[in-house]
């Protein structure tokens, strides 16, 4: 289950990292629901793993944790 953990947090860092530098609006639209639906699959393992967290930036903030090796 932490491969599933890990995998999930580094999608959506992914997707959170290209949303910051792209300037196109069309594409900014697409990785926007990407991040959406990454978002949501996340918050889903989150939870199957019993991880407690407030709010979408709380889980945001344990994602980029997650995806850089600190947790």
């Known amino acids: 289950m ?6 999930a947090a580094k999608k959506y860092v992914e997707v959170i990292k290209k949303i910051e ?10 990785l926007e629901e990407k991040r959406v639906e990454l ?3 996340f918050i889903d393992v989150l939870k199957r793993q019993g991880i407690a967290f407030k709010d979408r930036d709380h889980a ?3 994602a980029v944790r ?6």
């Open 39 to 41: 978002h949501w699959k």
């Open 60 to 62: 945001t903030r344990i």
């Open 2 to 7: 932490k491969a599933n953990l890990y995998h």
């Open 66 to 71: 997650i995806a850089h090796g600190e947790l």
């Open 21 to 30: 530098k792209t300037p196109d609006p069309k594409e900014l639209r697409l």
